[in-house]
């Protein structure tokens, strides 16, 4: 999935609850964050319902809207695998390890020659310095077996964006890391996939001289280098029959952005009119800071939770966000566990989740004197926004 949408984690949880009797403070749902996933969002249904006529129309005819079927088949596909697992559940042996890939990731965010970081400046590009954040090349891994050392299943935690956008409905990248465990392990066990803090981080590297490979070419790059670490990971991990079991959580309210009221104003008079054709940069932004101010209205605050499921030495730590990558690294150092998994946009999604100095407006370039109306300085270069994203509730 492209998110988890509150509503979808909530209905899920309960009926996992009724079912298989496991509290939901102890489920996390994660996305995998595959661009070329189905309709689950942006615009939830009748999420703006109560709004203008405009701002309904720029919500429901001119952006991502989720559709309400496909919502509940993903609630009934969540229910139907944990109750398979349950129902299926024998004693098992555990493993945890860590590899390192670090060939497929890179920071989008680069150092300019005039001081700025821009998002995906585009290769070649003479005005780049260098990458302007890490990456997180950590290939974490839980495998499981019985105890006749049968495989019963394999996850893995990555931080890379899955935006290799194979062709048509698919779980991008993340299905030839799948191809790629089981074909080397001669299994059909369950993968599962945790994305790690990867809000700066895709397969697109920047600097690279060589032309960029097809997008299924690509796929299979990304999916194929992890799953190979994955299954180097596997082969070296010791066995266990005991892990302690503890989950924590936290739920509470922040309030939203709100853009200023000259900003909202001088967005709603450029989207009131046509589309630009070519760049439609600035009437998207426009866009999303109209539906925003509508929604801050009604609700000015969103619900966010985190969470902390510890398995043995392992904690994996979720956020309803897309996190840098440098959020990500902190947490492990920080949480005294000799594994940890960073998981983002689980149980939620509340948008992007910088460190204060990229978001910080601090140089010159960062405050136009009209953000709606800036122009770029090429069709491949994009300004990294001066202010945080604007999308209703993200």
């Known amino acids: 999935m492209l998110i988890v949408p509150r509503s979808v984690v909530l209905a899920a949880r309960e009926q996992i609850t009724k079912k298989c009797g496991i509290p939901g403070e102890a489920i996390m749902i994660g996305a995998s964050h595959s661009h070329s996933s189905g309709p689950v969002g942006m615009i939830q249904p009748g999420e703006l319902d109560f709004a203008s006529d405009l701002v309904k129309k720029l919500a429901y005819e001119e952006s991502s809207c989720a559709d309400p079927g496909y919502l509940q088949t993903v609630i009934k596909a ?21 590899g390192t890939e670090d060939k497929v990731a890179f920071n989008r965010r680069v150092k300019m020659k005039n001081g700025e970081a821009w998002s995906h400046p585009g290769p070649g590009n003479p005005d780049n310095v260098d990458y302007a954040g890490p990456i997180d090349p950590d290939v974490g891994v839980v495998a ?8 019963l299943g394999v996850m893995v ?5 899955a935006t290799t ?22 299994t059909r066990v369950p993968v599962v996939f945790l994305q790690g803090a990867c809000g700066d981080v895709t397969q697109v590297d920047n600097f690279s001289k060589f032309q960029r490979p097809g997008p299924e070419e690509w796929s299979r790059l990304v999916g194929g280098r992890v799953g190979a670490e994955t299954v180097k990971v596997i082969f070296s991990m010791p066995k266990t029959t005991e892990a302690r079991l503890d989950a924590r959580q936290k739920v509470w309210k922040i309030k939203r952005r709100i853009p200023s009221p000259e900003r909202v104003k001088e967005s709603t008079d450029l989207v009131q009119q046509p589309k630009p054709k070519g760049d439609t940069t600035a009437w998207m932004f426009a866009k999303e800071i109209v539906m925003l101010n509508a929604l801050v209205q009604k609700e000015p605050e969103c619900e966010v939770e985190v969470q902390a499921l510890q398995v043995g030495p392992l904690v994996c730590v979720s956020n309803p966000a897309e996190y840098f990558v440098a959020n990500g690294l902190r947490i492990k150092k920080e949480t005294g566990f000799p594994m940890t998994f960073p998981v983002e946009l689980a149980n939620g999604c509340s948008g992007y989740v910088p460190r204060r100095k990229p978001l910080a407006p601090t140089a010159a370039a960062m405050k136009p004197a009209s953000p709606i109306t800036a122009t770029w300085k090429s069709p491949q270069a994009r300004r990294w926004p001066p202010q945080a994203s604007s999308s209703p509730g993200r």
Do not use: R
């Not at 077996?145 to 049968?150: E, G, K, Q, T, Y």
């Open 157 to 161: 935690n990555f931080s890379c964006h």
């Open 78 to 98: 969540i229910v139907e695998g944990v109750g398979w697992a349950d129902k299926n559940k024998v004693p098992a042996q555990l493993g945890f390890g860590v």
């Open 165 to 186: 956008n194979p062709g048509g409905i698919s779980a991008n990248w993340i299905y030839d890391l799948e191809q790629t465990i089981q074909g080397a392990l001669h």
């Open 144 to 151: 499981a077996w019985d105890m006749s050392d049968n495989l």
